[in-house]
């Protein structure tokens, strides 16, 4: 009896602590395991803003192409990091290309976490238009 409440206890936290993951993808239009591979900063008045470039190692939700280009606004140093760690990034999309929404965007690319982006991505309605973490 007691094995199977530490298996309800365990699978109740790592239903919790994937949960962020789950709701950035179900609310996004993008979402895909990339490699940063450089940015360019633009000073804009006490934030800065960064158009980053990266290769996409795998789409999980969205098409592109091997290479993506995208927007971040973040605060005056706070610059992206061209770790050599591929992430899963979720990502908005406007008329001017795509764009990071914030934090809560990014997540360690771990076998894991790939399985639970794209089992998320696969049963979501592909004509979905209303995303939260987008502004409309």
Not at 9 to 26: G, K
Not at 96 to 118: C, D, H, L, R, Y
């Amino acid at each position: 009896m007691k094995w199977a409440l530490w298996f309800v206890a365990f699978i109740t936290i790592e239903v919790a602590a994937n949960e962020p993951l789950r709701i950035a993808v179900s609310q996004t239009p993008y979402s895909a395991v990339l490699q940063l591979t450089s940015f360019e900063e633009v000073e804009q008045g006490g934030d800065a803003y960064y158009k980053i470039q990266a290769e996409v190692l795998e789409d999980i939700r969205g098409n592109s192409s091997s290479h993506i280009y995208f927007n971040m606004h973040a605060e005056m140093g706070d610059e992206p990091n061209l770790d050599t760690a591929p992430v899963i990034i979720t990502l908005c999309h406007d008329e001017q290309g795509f764009f990071w929404p914030s934090t809560g965007s990014e997540f360690m690319a771990s076998k894991q976490n790939v399985s639970i982006a794209k089992d998320v991505a696969e049963h979501l309605n592909v004509k979905q238009i209303s995303f939260s973490h987008c502004p409309q």
